[in-house]
């Protein structure tokens, strides 16, 4: 074996090495183990891997060395052949409240784009896609009426702040417009001025912009584009496609039902930008307020068993009474559990009908009373972090969550788990464009999915904080994403990846070390046990001696 090809390293002293001599080749998977005790991690993390860091940081330039601090050579004679350094340790690196599974594994990022990208905005109201149409929308529309066909273009008559209808068509005269559409037909304007009256509306007049024979040659087509736009500008938005099959409204303005709606963007769907941040908890998910399981502590009593703690004492007990006392009328289970409970039961006892008032209510007396110190001192008893109501726990606005993709919002797939949306995306049908405009996103998707459950962790969801993850759980995911972002050359070192897993998981961790080997990367692994990963694998021994 030569030095070129390998890390070399000769009279090594940390800690407890006793001036040991190693070679260790690159682009292998190589397994450090031994007795603990025996300097595997040191060899591993405070010999090969501060080394390493070392280098990368004297590499840098001084302006930028000043920020890192000085990081001390380890005890060692003679150390070659260290690639960059990359330690992925059982620890959970970060405690931001904003961090979670999703933008830990660059995830989130590809579905944020995914939706900006095809994403499709359906309306609150009545269900309905929101489309916009442009100047080429519409102008396709009208060919496909067929060559031959007589179509009209004409725009909604918009009035100014004070306008009347006379004034606007004598306007309308001047820039070159002769007629306009009502009743069924096409007038000209100096006809239907002598009958305008105060019955009149401006609803029931569309100006004419043009009158056309479709044909294919490029003067029609380029006609009908001008045409087209400048009803687009006259309608304010709108123009109107008066034909054989009826009159064909379109709008270049992103709205419906009365509600004009954000065209999707990356931003839009990042809660830690202010664009797409929840107003009431800037993106957190949580707010201070009531916090529902102070309130009812044990979920497994029922109401009659004063399951609801605030409702306890004498003084407060009618806020109860009055709700067991009115069940029977809107066939409320006072005797069910409250775990048992329907969603929609739970909510009521939160918003109250006429029959009894709700929690709501009860907390808003209490605050309505909080110049009495024991109103005061019961409202923090029962006051913590608390889901925000606004956004549900999803830390977006709600104008986000009316972009759907499969007939579900962003905030429906990162409650999913991992297993789950494998299964969602792998099945995801999308129409041409989208399927063409989607394609490279659909693939880092699929493929950072799937690397999170080839290292056991497909019941995690995106929106799982990082800070909540166990040590071996935040190696796995940062051993994933190391994955997806295909970095070759480089020098990977873990400690222990397999504590905790079950053998079937076991195996195929020792797979996705494999393919992180394959990339061209060398994998330095600190294992107790040699079986673990010990099949096709190089085996470092470290003895105590």
């Not at 010999?47 to 590499?59: C, D, K, L, N, P």
């Not at 995830?107 to 309306?123: M, N, P, V, W």
Request: with cysteine; hydrophobic share 35%; net charge negative.
């Amino acid at each position: 074996m030569t030095h070129e090809k390998s890390i070399y390293i000769k009279g090594a002293r940390v800690h407890n090495l006793k001036n040991i001599e190693v070679e260790i080749p690159h682009d292998k998977l190589v397994v450090v183990t031994g007795l603990s005790g025996s300097g595997k991690s040191t060899l591993a993390f405070d010999t090969i891997f501060a080394e390493g860091q070392r280098r990368y940081v004297e590499s840098l330039s001084a302006y930028a060395r000043q920020f890192l601090g000085k990081i001390n050579k380890p005890d060692v004679d003679i150390i070659t052949g260290i690639a960059p350094a990359i330690a992925i340790e059982q620890k959970v690196n970060t405690r931001n409240p904003r961090s979670t599974v999703g933008t830990t594994t660059e995830i989130y990022d590809y579905l944020k784009l995914l939706f900006a990208r095809i994403g499709h905005t359906f309306s609150p109201v009545s269900g309905q896609e929101v489309r916009c149409y442009s100047v080429d929308d519409v102008a396709t529309y009208i060919q496909e009426l067929g060559e031959g066909s007589r179509a009209v273009i004409a725009a909604p008559l918009v009035l100014a702040e004070g306008q009347g209808i006379i004034e606007k068509l004598t306007l309308l005269l001047s820039d070159g417009l002769m007629r306009v559409y009502t009743d069924g037909q096409t007038r000209l304007i100096e006809e239907i001025l002598p009958s305008i009256d105060e019955t009149t509306g401006a609803a029931d007049i569309q100006v004419v912009i043009d009158r056309m024979r479709i044909a294919p040659d490029d003067d029609t087509q380029t006609r009908i584009r001008d045409s087209v736009a400048r009803a687009f500008s006259y309608g304010d938005g709108i123009c109107t496609v008066i034909s054989d099959k009826g009159a064909a409204e379109f709008s270049s303005r992103f709205e419906a039902d009365g509600i004009e709606f954000e065209h999707p963007s990356e931003h839009l769907f990042s809660f830690n930008n202010p664009l797409g941040a929840c107003p009431r908890c800037e993106g957190y998910g949580k707010v201070i307020g009531i916090d529902e399981d102070l309130v009812i502590p044990d979920k497994g009593k029922t109401i009659y068993e004063d399951a609801i703690a605030c409702w306890r004492g004498e003084t407060m007990r009618k806020w109860k009474e009055k709700l067991v006392e009115n069940a029977y009328k809107f066939d409320f289970p006072i005797h069910t559990p409250f775990h048992e409970l329907t969603q929609e039961q739970k909510r009521l006892l939160w918003r109250g009908n006429q029959y009894f008032h709700g929690l709501d209510e009860f907390f808003a007396y209490i605050d309505s009373e909080r110049r009495k110190i024991q109103f005061r001192v019961m409202k923090a008893r029962y006051t913590g972090k608390t889901t925000c109501p606004e956004c549900g726990g999803s830390r977006l606005r709600k104008e986000a969550l009316y972009v759907r993709i499969g007939g579900r919002n962003i905030a429906d797939l990162v409650v999913m788990p991992v297993d789950e949306l494998i299964v969602f995306f792998n099945g995801l049908q999308l129409d041409e464009h989208d399927t063409k405009t989607a394609a490279r996103i659909l693939i880092e998707i699929r493929s950072r999915l799937q690397y999170l459950t080839d290292v056991g962790l497909g019941y995690l969801t995106l929106d799982r904080l990082s800070s909540t993850l166990s040590g071996g759980e935040s190696q796995r995911i940062n051993l994933s994403t190391s994955l997806g972002s295909n970095l070759t050359g480089s020098l990977y070192i873990l400690d222990e990846p397999s504590i905790g897993l079950h053998p079937r998981d076991t195996n195929r961790l020792i797979k996705v070390l494999r393919q992180l080997r394959d990339l061209g990367n060398t994998v330095i692994v600190v294992e107790h046990e040699e079986f673990q990963l010990l099949p096709g694998t190089e085996v470092e021994s470290v003895s105590e001696t």
